[in-house]
């Protein structure tokens, strides 16, 4: 059978499956790291901090999979138009079926290219061995630290986590703050790491310092009042969240217990991850003061928009 790549049957022109693999450099990689010092993020057993997450084929590898499979599609198409025709297709019919095909593949190209480099980048994040990038997601993760249930303060049965949610976590954020805004934080927060160097020569960074740090605390609030406008209907954010979760969790380990094997995210979990977060917010609403500067700074409903999302999410947790 003749190759098809780069032929042009009038004005279509079916390109080499390459043209797949040109775009996949766009967004971020998210890490997590281990505390040395500390138990509030312990190091992982066993050589796990040089351990990737098993993530399967690269989103190149995936997107040249899809690629050739709408070609081929395409290809299918013309061949079944030709045979309408008598096995022939004129310069017309050809320029008819163009226009459309090339719409099609444009916009799967974008879609899948983009969702599987954001699937894969959020596993990324969740890697331990990559310790000192990202630290606003550090920051942001530290609020709910004592939920996982590896830390001994809670169980799966009261609300705690597994810390398998992260891929999925670092997905929702993504979407929730938008990768471009959530990059800004991320470099912003680093100048805030870099002035709090850890003492002991080991090149990492005084990790409590850095959360105690007020412009690291601004960070973070600003983070998460970029995610407080997608709280106006919990049940239906829960959901929603829920869903990104559960279909991006890491794996668990061989050795797991069944539980957290079996762990997925439901509605008290995400009620207790996001009390957590949210109650970095709550000083920020407490007085008229305080409230008149929040609506100046990020506009007039924000204070309300706070005050809702954390009475919403305490609701919401009464009743799970």
Not at 51 to 74: F, H, M, N
Not at 79 to 85: F, G, I, L, T, V
Not at 115 to 140: C, L
Request: proline share 4%; charged share 30%; glycine share 6%.
């Amino acid at each position: 059978m003749k190759n098809l790549a780069n032929t042009s049957y009038g004005s279509l022109t079916i390109e080499p499956l390459d043209f797949c693999q040109e775009h996949c450099g766009e967004g971020r990689l998210i890490k997590m790291d281990a505390e040395d010092q500390n138990d509030e993020m312990p190091k992982p057993e066993n050589g796990e901090e040089n351990e990737q997450l098993d993530i399967g084929p690269s989103p190149k590898d995936q997107s040249r999979a899809l690629a050739e499979t709408v070609i081929s599609s395409l290809i299918d198409r013309l061949m079944a138009e030709a045979r309408k025709r008598g096995g022939t297709l004129s310069l017309n019919d050809i320029e008819d079926l163009s226009v459309e095909m090339e719409k099609k593949t444009e916009a799967l190209q974008a879609v899948f290219q983009h969702s599987f480099e954001e699937y894969v980048q959020s596993r990324e994040r969740a890697t331990w061995a990559k310790v000192r990038k990202f630290p606003f997601d550090r920051v942001m993760v530290q609020k709910f630290v004592p939920l996982f249930v590896d830390q001994g303060n809670v169980t799966f049965a009261e609300g705690g986590l597994s810390r398998r949610v992260l891929p999925g976590f670092f997905l929702a954020v993504n979407k929730m703050v938008g990768a471009e805004y959530v990059e800004y934080l991320q470099n912003r927060m680093q100048t805030v790491v870099d002035r709090h160097p850890a003492s002991d020569g080991s090149g990492d960074a005084d990790w409590y310092a850095v959360y105690d740090d007020p412009e690291a605390i601004d960070l973070l609030n600003e983070g998460l009042i970029a995610m407080v406008p997608h709280f106006d209907d919990v049940e239906r954010r829960c959901r929603w969240f829920c869903h990104v979760v559960n279909t991006a969790l890491a794996p668990a380990r061989e050795d797991a217990a069944q539980d957290e094997k079996e762990w997925q995210m439901g509605g008290l979990a995400f009620a207790a991850m996001f009390e957590s977060l949210f109650e970095t917010l709550a000083p920020l609403v407490e007085t008229p003061e305080s409230r008149i500067h929040l609506n100046d700074t990020y506009g007039a409903t924000t204070a309300g928009n706070i005050k809702l999302a954390i009475n919403e999410i305490a609701n919401f947790k009464a009743r799970h």
